[in-house]
């Protein structure tokens, strides 16, 4: 008795001192959060090495007039040094992980003629989103490196241009548009952009965007566990003993079921609706309603707020936006049957956990993804076995910081007004790697993968679960293959998060349980070996019915995965796989339904609102798109075309 009394002080001591350690950071004490400080503006990065030699050799080295996003009668691209620096095992910086990068180089000057050079690499000219441009003064005063968005990557190019040495020049269909950024004479310049300290700062009438590295806003409770992993011995001994003993169930909703004897009518084949498939009911609830718990969106046609377990209805004031709500119990036999062996059985309590599912239509809706300031981060996971760490390299992929790529953790402002939604992404780093089977054997640990618009942050692994924004607009759930690597170029935004929960198999056509659900260790699904305990559970699936797609997030309120695989196949899911977990700053999902001019924010749990900031008057600034986070999400936006 007195052990585990002892062991309970010593966990309270090293939590007042994880406490107090927040507050003096908090108030004033600054504790670093990466392993390294953004790098001096001065140093030489490589990919912009030589500018001056550059530039004397190509008089001038400028973009041609009409640039298209890759050249069909080039020499062949990428060159043989850049696809050797991406795939070497060696430290590197982001840049050299870009192996589709191009750089032009051009002379400049400034308004008191000093002269200098500038070179800028297209960080993926396929997707043609980020930009880097380094400025290099002859009298060895160094102009920085600046993270350039382009705001309309489809229709307009950025180049140097010899005729414009103060800036930058953007081509497009009504001709090119000289942008002074340098000259010190413009009220936009690049200088005052940078300084103006926002995550985004316009330049060029609007036409680009610089990227300022902020401080992504944390919950306290992201903070205290942050640096109980980051600076505390076994911090994540702590972590995990506090979620798996206080945390279990501390989410579960079960909702208020009532049956009925009543005859139910005949299930409807939704096919040719605009709407997604039902799900497939057990005859005793094909009656039954539920009135839900802490739904924050408004729906319609839900009489007296009770809901059809399996139904779809529509969110009100955003149309393509469906709710769906069931508890496993209710799945038809003929899908528990058919997952038998595949699949743990579910304790009484998962069985009556309430799960509520928000359907997005394809074919109205672009999905991006971002990275947070701060996670997923780039360096080592600690959960790797020993043999599959490099201590020569910083991390998996050669890098341990995005630097000089800028994360900003927040919807580009440009976008705005088209946002649909925002939800949270996947693991943390630390969480984001294998301990166990066969993936903690091979490629380092196979940590999960992320791209944003066209930049790699981290490798894409065969095997894993993959989320997939192609650069024409396709939307795609799939385990990532060594062929897809031969398209990657074309990956605007991809997330990998573990093995999936439902996999499809493009050969025989059909979806079937992950292999590795009913796998906790070697499926990575809890962040320990034996903890196989339910919680709170966010997720992703795509549904195709008919001719429709549909981007499904869940949120399973007390699941484990084999809950998440019935419930998936029930609904006739083409694939699922896991996002975060354990807490509603990891499930967070927002809708922004239209309410005239001004900016509503409705959530899918109403405890979710904690998590957004208040501004001026009643207005509400919700997180991802009023201010910067620290962890990275998925965002919804209103298809501009077709």
């Not at 030589?50 to 996003?69: G, I, M, N």
């Not at 308004?111 to 060895?140: F, Q, S």
């Not at 899908?335 to 359907?359: F, P, S, T």
């Not at 354990?582 to 924010?601: D, Q």
Request: net charge neutral; charged share 20%; glycine share 8%.
């Amino acid at each position: 008795m007195w052990r585990k009394f002892l062991r309970f002080a010593m966990l309270l001591v090293l939590l007042a001192a994880s406490i107090a350690i927040f507050w003096f950071d908090r108030n004033g004490w600054r504790v670093p959060l990466f392993l390294g400080e953004r790098a001096s503006r001065a140093m030489s990065w490589p990919g912009f090495e030589h500018l001056h030699q550059f530039a004397a050799a190509t008089e001038p080295a400028a973009a041609p007039a009409a640039p298209t996003p890759v050249a069909e009668k080039e020499e062949e691209w990428p060159p043989q040094v850049q696809i050797d620096q991406y795939n070497a095992d060696a430290p590197k910086t982001i840049i050299e992980l870009q192996q589709f990068r191009r750089l032009t180089v051009a002379k400049i000057h400034d308004k008191n003629h000093r002269p200098g050079v500038a070179g800028l690499i297209n960080l993926n000219p396929t997707v043609n989103a980020w930009h880097l441009l380094r400025l290099e003064w002859n009298d060895h005063q160094d102009g920085g490196v600046y993270h350039i968005e382009n705001a309309r990557p489809e229709k307009q190019h950025i180049q140097l241009d010899p005729e414009n040495p103060y800036g930058l020049v953007i081509v497009n269909g009504g001709g090119p548009v000289a942008c002074d950024l340098w000259s010190g004479e413009a009220k936009g310049s690049l200088a005052a952009a940078a300084a103006a300290g926002t995550p985004y700062a316009p330049l060029c009438g609007n036409r680009l965007y610089l990227r300022n590295k902020t401080k992504g806003h944390k919950t306290n409770k992201e903070w205290v566990t942050d640096l109980l992993r980051d600076y505390v011995w076994h911090g994540e001994k702590i972590v995990t003993f506090i979620r798996e003993k206080f945390y279990k169930d501390a989410y579960l909703q079960m909702g208020k079921v009532a049956l009925t004897d009543e005859t139910p009518e005949p299930a409807v084949d939704t096919a040719w609706k605009d709407e997604p498939a039902p799900a497939l009911i057990a005859p005793k609830f094909q009656g039954a309603t539920i009135v839900p718990e802490a739904l924050g969106l408004p729906l319609e046609d839900a009489k007296d707020n009770k809901l059809t377990p399996g139904r779809w209805y529509k969110v009100s004031g955003t149309p393509g936006v469906y709710l769906s709500a069931i508890r496993p119990e209710m799945v038809s036999e003929e899908v528990i049957k058919g997952q038998k062996k595949l699949v743990r059985a579910l304790d009484a309590v998962e069985e009556k956990a309430l799960v509520y599912l928000v359907a997005f239509d394809l074919d109205q809706f672009d999905v991006g993804y971002a990275m947070g300031t701060e996670h997923p981060r780039l360096e080592w996971s600690d959960r790797i076995p020993p043999n599959m760490h490099n201590n020569k390299l910083p991390g998996p992929d050669g890098i341990a910081t995005a630097d000089p790529v800028v994360n900003t953790g927040m919807l580009n402002p440009v976008n705005a007004d088209r946002a649909v939604a925002t939800f949270v992404g996947g693991f943390k780093r630390y969480h984001g790697a294998f301990r166990h089977g066969a993936f903690a054997a091979k490629n380092h640990g196979s940590h999960y993968g992320f791209v944003e618009n066209g930049v790699v942050m981290s490798k894409l692994w065969p095997g894993l679960a993959t989320f997939v924004t192609w650069e024409d607009g396709r939307i795609e759930l799939k385990t990532w293959t060594a062929e897809d690597n031969e398209e990657l170029a074309k990956v605007r935004h991809a997330r990998q998060n573990g093995v999936p929960i439902i996999d499809f198999n493009p050969k025989t056509f059909f979806s079937t349980v992950g292999s590795l659900v009913n796998n906790w260790p070697d499926g990575n699904w809890s962040g320990s070996q034996d903890k196989k305990y339910r919680t709170l559970r966010g997720s992703l699936a795509w549904q195709v019915n008919g001719e429709a797609n549909y981007l499904i997030y869940g949120y399973f309120s007390s699941a484990t995965p084999s809950a998440l695989a019935r419930v998936y196949q029930a609904y006739d899911v083409k694939y699922a796989m896991l996002l975060d977990m354990n807490a509603l700053e990891y499930t967070y999902l927002a809708i922004y339904p239209e309410s005239g001019k001004k900016f509503a924010v409705k959530h899918l749990i109403t405890g979710m609102n904690v998590l957004d900031k208040a501004g001026t008057g009643s207005a509400i600034l919700p997180r991802f798109v009023g201010f910067s986070d620290a962890r990275d999400f998925f965002y919804v936006l209103e298809r501009t075309s077709k």
